[in-house]
């Protein structure tokens, strides 16, 4: 894999859209939670939603990575899974961009 450099401006970019789908993705979940956690009536229902919140977890830490050499895969499945748009990350180089479109199409 080509290893992009990251300009300063770039960087800092990328961080905050980063920080911005991360925290759309933990405002969602956060909502859903509640939500289940109000139809609780029974102990099962407890250890579904533990179940649910364990994997979860572990596929959001998986997912935001920020780590410079995958961090275009990263943008481009956020993109795909609605939480960050293209334009969000205006001002990356015209490389990295079309890269990340690219991406979002396979």
Known sequence: MLV???TIQEQ???EQAFNRAYCREIGALTDLVRE???AVTSIQDIWQLHDFLSARRHEIDGKYDYDYPSLMFVFANLI???????EELEGLGSDKLAKIHALTRM
């Open 36 to 38: 289940r956690a109000q």
């Open 12 to 14: 800092h970019i990328a």
């Open 4 to 6: 992009m450099e990251w």
């Open 80 to 86: 795909k899974d609605g939480w960050l748009a293209l």
